[in-house]
């Protein structure tokens, strides 16, 4: 029998995940297709939810769907576009359907998207989201009603890796509140990556905590990725892509030199391709996780 | 004090369907702000007559949002009564308060931002969320449901970059929650998990 994600988290298994997106529309043919790249490679696949503030289908509905083909997903949560209300409602229809698994994140503000008039909801924050699910998990709603059945969700968190003080204040706040592990956004930086995992054991050991990956596509990406919060690809790794022949190939090279340098410091790994899924089994192979 | 911006003024005659215009401008916060005192009022009054627009009249009121007799109002301002509209340089409060009043069209010339105040002159915006249920003691007077733009009570999201905000040029809440808050010998307020915040006695 096959174990679930969070069995195989406290069983310490080192685990993988991979993101998937869901469409722009009711086609799901290509998100079906990028999630069958990864079926019986990884552990579970994140569904995503309109991220980067852009809309699209929902996590909800997209998980649903997977869970059918045999896929186990985890499910973004974001506090950007729900209130407590809709939150605990979908939630609970989430786990109906068979979704056992959440990672809860504030979520990119609308203004980044492509919808930017719209109004930010944020009602609840992610750590008063994570307090949200554990009291669904023992039976009640956020105001303290009882449940018929409750649910049995395995929470999820996000984090940079590098980590000023108010932030860590607010990873500690994560996991007091129950955060069973976390997903960093993408790690280019053993060093960095190290430090993250001692601020964790003194915290929390028990904490599991799963690596981004992210594969380099071009030098120009690396650059662009540059800007994004939480992000910093050094510049030995943006002269490695400049120079290589292929430098989509080198990118995999890099993020599995990444995985090997990281694979005995943490639980498991993330992978966050960029567009689809097609270089994420190559990946795997070449660091000989499958 | 309410923060306000002026409109565009193309938008103000976008707006304007009539043609006798009578024009009130704020003494209180939008004068302050140089956005609906007096030099204000007379350079809308000069660019409505010269966009066509006749102009009965113009006043300032002591306070927009606080009209005491609008029979008063009438009698010193004979203009309103030749007016088919007024245009009101003021915050929502007092556009509010003179439609009230008024039997006839009133407009906003301002677009209301948020509660702020000044600082040696300087305007400071989006001090104050009105979420009726005021908590900003424990975040060294500085309302993160205000002053982040995800109004997030228990930390920073992580999308700010070199300390500024992921949504405009505004630094980073959070940074500035840590620092008052570590000047006043007071970070034990910082790890105190604040519930979701009860929103019963906001207004709206």
């Known amino acids: 029998m096959n174990l679930s994600f969070n069995s195989k988290l406290k069983s310490g298994k080192f685990v993988i995940t991979a993101e998937v997106c869901p469409p722009k529309g009711t086609d799901i043919s290509r998100m079906l297709k990028d999630a069958d790249l990864l079926k019986d490679t990884v552990d579970a696949v994140n569904i995503t939810d309109n991220q980067r503030a852009i809309m699209r289908m929902s996590p909800l509905a997209a998980c649903s769907v997977l869970e059918k083909e045999g896929i186990e997903t985890i499910m973004h949560v974001t506090c950007r576009d729900r209130n407590r209300l809709g939150l605990q409602s979908d939630l609970l229809g989430a786990h109906m359907l068979g979704i056992r698994n959440v990672l809860v994140m504030s979520g990119d503000h609308p203004a980044m998207g492509d919808h930017a008039g719209a109004k930010p909801v944020y009602d609840v924050d992610s750590v008063q989201l994570i307090g949200m699910i554990g009291k669904l998990n023992q039976g009640f709603d956020l105001a303290g009603n009882k449940l018929e059945m409750k649910t049995d969700f395995c929470v999820g968190a996000v984090t940079n890796p590098e980590l000023n003080e108010p932030a860590s204040i607010k990873l500690r706040k994560k996991i007091k509140m129950g955060a069973g592990f976390f997903q960093t956004q993408a790690v280019f930086h053993t060093g960095i990556f190290s430090g993250f995992m001692e601020k964790i054991n003194e915290i929390q050991p028990q904490v599991k905590v799963l690596a981004g990956i992210m594969p380099l596509k071009s030098e120009k990406n690396a650059v662009y990725l540059n800007k994004i919060p939480g992000i910093r690809v050094p510049k030995d790794v943006i002269e490695r892509l400049k120079r290589a022949k292929n430098a989509e190939e080198e990118g995999i090279r890099i993020a599995a030199e990444m995985i090997e340098e990281l694979r005995h410091m943490c639980d498991g790994i993330h992978i966050m391709p960029l567009k689809n899924n097609n270089n994420t089994r190559k990946l795997l192979e070449m660091t000989g996780l499958i | ?204």
């Open chain 2, 1 to 204: 004090m309410i923060t306000s911006t002026q409109k565009d003024f193309d938008d103000i005659l976008r707006m304007l369907a009539e043609n006798n215009i009578f024009i009130i401008g704020c003494g209180r916060c939008a004068k302050k702000q140089r956005t609906g005192g007096e030099p204000e009022v007379l350079d809308i009054e000069k660019k409505l007559a010269s966009s066509g627009k006749n102009v009965t009249g113009w006043m300032i009121l002591k306070s927009a949002c606080n009209v005491v007799s609008w029979d008063d109002v009438l009698s010193q301002n004979p203009g309103i009564g030749k007016a088919d509209a007024i245009l009101v340089m003021s915050c929502g409060g007092g556009v509010s308060v003179i439609s009230r009043f008024a039997n006839m069209q009133v407009y906003p010339g301002l677009d209301t931002q948020s509660i702020g105040g000044i600082c040696c002159n300087e305007v400071v915006t989006g001090q104050c969320n009105m979420c009726g249920n005021c908590t900003i003691w424990q975040y060294g007077g500085i309302c993160p449901s205000a002053r982040c733009a995800k109004g997030l009570l228990n930390g920073p999201c992580g999308g700010a970059r070199e300390g500024k905000c992921e949504v405009d040029e505004r630094d980073c809440a959070w940074d500035a929650i840590f620092e008052r808050l570590r000047s006043i010998d007071k970070l034990e307020y910082l790890e105190k998990i604040h519930e979701p915040k009860e929103y019963l006695r906001k207004y709206r």
